[in-house]
């Protein structure tokens, strides 16, 4: 059974290039791992909501990336100094 997230996050408008930048850095390390599926990065088209995604072969497979991405600041408790609310995080399992 595949593991993923789907993250909503809310980057002040000026902080949106930036943001998007920070969090293709977070997906390219993400996807050096093993057990990682996919990654993506996505911004909806008024701007406002960047949005990333993931799926990996296992929980475990995802929890052993954990430590990498809280060292990157990505964590779903997280807010970034660029962010002006809080993300909102959906963990996902494939049926």
Known sequence: MSFGF????Y??????DEFVG?????AEALRQQPGC????????PDGEAVVTNAAFES???FRATAGLARE???TPDGLSDLEIRPREVHFLVSR
């Not at 789907?6 to 996050?9: D, L, Q, R, S, T």
Request: with cysteine.
């Open 37 to 44: 599926l996919s990654v993506g990065v996505w911004v909806t």
């Open 72 to 74: 990157m600041g990505a």
């Open 11 to 16: 980057p002040a408008p000026e902080h949106v």
């Open 59 to 61: 929980e475990e497979a």
């Open 22 to 26: 920070e969090c293709h850095k977070v």
């Open 6 to 9: 789907v993250a909503f996050h």
